[in-house]
């Protein structure tokens, strides 16, 4: 974790994917990333998975999905949080989530850093963005360059909750 915090892997041109359970800190760790990158002045932008998936739907709507696209290209660093949390919508004759997500990382591909988190595994992605094919280019790509980290362990977030109520339970 201290050598990837240099950000050494974004000069590299190299990919991160994060995966894990809930409140395992992956999120955590690239918002800390995130605030690195500002230190270091690199150009970054975060977005969730659901978000950043809205965001370019709503340029085909409006006519501006190239300039949207061109703009989530853009950074050196992409943080893409919580693939698999919240609902991919699908509406009529546009194009899947996985469509929409692969055009962008096939843009970023071997030339700026995309970090990604997910809570559901690599294998579940394809029903998760509804297309199999093009999720598996997306991994693909992201794993040609990619430093894959998976965190095994227990909720913080359960863990503060037995806390509190230990706490709650002793008090009274």
């Known amino acids: 974790m201290l050598e990837l915090a240099r950000l050494d892997f974004v000069r590299r041109h190299d990919d991160l994917v994060i995966t894990g359970k809930a409140g395992t800190g992956k999120s955590h760790i690239l ?11 690199i150009r970054m932008r975060y977005a969730r998975c659901v ?24 950074p050196d660093l992409l943080i893409i949080d919580d693939v698999g949390l919240g609902q991919v919508k699908k509406r009529g004759d ?12 096939d843009r970023r591909h071997g030339k700026v850093s995309t970090a990604i988190t997910s809570n559901i595994a690599l294998s579940d992605w394809g029903r998760y963005l509804g297309d199999a094919t093009l999720t598996a280019a997306i991994l693909d790509r992201l794993a040609m360059h990619a430093i ?23 008090a009274t």
């Not at 546009?94 to 990382?105: F, I, K, R």
């Open 148 to 170: 894959r980290i998976d965190i095994d362990g227990p909720s913080y977030r359960q863990h503060v909750a037995k806390g509190r109520a230990a706490e709650h339970a002793s």
């Open 51 to 74: 978000d950043l998936l809205d965001d370019l739907h709503a340029g085909l709507a409006d006519g501006t999905y190239s300039q949207r696209l061109k703009g989530w290209a853009r």
């Open 31 to 41: 918002k800390a990333f995130a605030l690195r990158a500002c230190e270091q002045g």
């Open 94 to 105: 546009e194009p899947t989530a996985a469509h929409t997500l692969y055009n962008l990382v």
